[in-house]
């Protein structure tokens, strides 16, 4: 099979979506005719893509200002001015990661349990190291007892070596451990997995603090990237689940993963218009080339166009 083209990747991932939005749509659209049955079509249409409400009634007011101006004639017309305003919100969250070569850098990746934080550090180390970077994984998801086991698988495929102790360790420790490695003079890519299942949200957030703590304290000079990893699966509960993380523990930059997996791919336009944090990369596969470095152009039109 031919390997598909970037865009072409993007858009097999983000398939669902599109089939979804698109259908209904067209559907929508296939009278030509403005009326209030519309609008109420169109609201109940974008809230069950998790659009969020915010996203749907500034579009319906929008539509509604530029139709009682005449500005808009037919309802094809309205998917244009959806694809304007959601460009308007996307386009603020794209900022790719930047990272420095030749100087070490640290990625924290958080997020719940089975979001995808393990495959996306696989995938990412991945494409760093066909990128020419140095890349050290960190096991500090000491709690389930395979999560080292799967790191190392993915180290092993990557060719990135892992540093971890024992199951049951602090994950602070291990931790502690890279940064003393960095202190040697590493100066690859550092990424740190960390569990996502633990018995109460208290001891997760107080465990996630507590390795942020010590890569604060043992490489000040160095800003980390807090990397919260989010299931689009899980639709709008995504956006609760990334708040509680923004507030407890600090990001500065969002994956969405499983994106192949869903109809719901909207709900990317709620994150960042809720959370605007920076979207740095996409997940659309489980496989080593599914992780896309976040472009809103592309992303918008492959679920409009
Ligand atoms: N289809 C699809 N599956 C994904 C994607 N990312 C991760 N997965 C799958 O989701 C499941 C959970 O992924 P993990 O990487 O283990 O998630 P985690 O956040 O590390 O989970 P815990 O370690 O339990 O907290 C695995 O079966 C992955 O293969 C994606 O972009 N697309
Ligand atoms: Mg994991």
């Not at 009326?35 to 998790?50: M, P, Q, R, T, V």
């Not at 530029?66 to 808009?72: F, G, T």
């Not at 037919?74 to 996307?90: F, H, P, W, Y």
């Not at 991945?126 to 999560?147: H, I, N, P």
Request: no cysteine; glycine share 8%; aromatic share 6%.
């Amino acid at each position: 099979m031919a390997k598909l083209g970037f865009f072409e990747k993007i858009k097999a991932g983000l398939a669902k979506t599109r089939d979804v939005l698109t259908m209904d749509l067209n559907d929508l659209f296939s009278k030509k005719v403005i009326d209030k049955d519309l609008y109420d079509k169109l609201e109940e249409l974008l809230i069950g893509a998790d659009m969020g409400p915010q996203f749907t009634y500034d579009l319906i007011d929008d539509v509604k200002k530029r139709v009682s101006r005449q500005d808009l004639q037919n309802a094809d017309e309205i998917k244009k001015v959806m694809q304007e305003r959601m460009n308007g919100i996307l386009q603020k969250v794209d900022k790719p990661l930047i990272i420095p070569k030749g100087k070490p850098f640290i990625i924290m990746t958080i997020g719940v349990n089975g979001s995808g934080k393990t495959t996306t550090i696989g995938k990412l180390a991945g494409s760093l190291k066909s990128d020419g970077y140095e890349v050290m994984l960190v096991a500090a998801d000491t709690f389930r007892a395979a999560a080292v086991e799967q790191l190392e698988i993915w180290g092993k495929r990557v060719g990135a070596p892992v540093i971890k102790q024992k199951t049951n360790a602090d994950p602070a420790a291990v931790v502690f451990d890279a940064m003393a490695k960095i202190k040697t003079g590493y100066s690859g890519v550092v990424i740190v997995d960390t569990a996502g299942r633990l018995h109460t949200r208290v001891n997760l957030m107080e465990e996630l603090k507590k390795v942020k703590r010590v890569i604060n304290k043992e490489m000040p000079e160095l800003l980390p990237e807090i990397l919260l990893i989010l299931d689009a699966t899980t639709g709008q509960n995504a956006v609760s689940q990334a708040k509680t993380f923004k507030e407890e523990i600090g990001a500065t930059g969002i994956v969405l993963t499983k994106l192949d997996g869903t109809s719901k791919g909207g709900v990317l336009v709620r994150i960042a218009s809720e959370l605007a944090l920076p979207v740095r990369y996409i997940g659309v596969g489980e496989g080593l080339d599914d992780l896309r470095v976040f472009d809103s152009a592309d992303f918008t039109k492959a679920i409009l166009d």
